[in-house]
């Protein structure tokens, strides 16, 4: 996975996600790119929605349908310019299926960021 965050100042976080799943996901058996766009809200414990597609050969198109991503986590300073960024995701098809998480379809991962 690789992460890119704008931090225009004080709460409101803009991040872009790519995620290569060399066993396919989402459907797929065939290796698959995913990128996710989110909207992230808070300063350490934040929370976010974020949208995404699926690319892969396993896919009718190439490509999957839309999906919806809920994020909640926590940023933490651990050295000058460096950043750890522990969270939770949970997957939708739509966006109205967010609302009702089932804990065994979350996803929990860590992120290593370095500000230039």
Known sequence: MG???????????????LEYSPDGFGGSREPSL???AFVLLGSGL??????????????????????????LGFDLLI???????LHADYRARA????DNVKT???????????RL
């Open 3 to 17: 992460t890119y965050q704008y931090d225009p100042a004080g709460l409101f976080k803009l991040q872009l996600d």
């Open 34 to 36: 995913s990128p996710v």
């Open 46 to 71: 934040y929370g976010g929605v974020g949208v995404g597609i699926s690319f892969s050969d396993g896919f009718v198109d190439n490509r999957s349908d839309p999906f919806w991503v809920a994020r």
């Open 79 to 85: 050295l000058p310019k460096t950043r750890l960024d």
């Open 95 to 98: 966006f109205d299926e967010l």
């Open 104 to 114: 065994d379809g979350i996803t929990l991962g860590v992120a290593v960021r370095f």
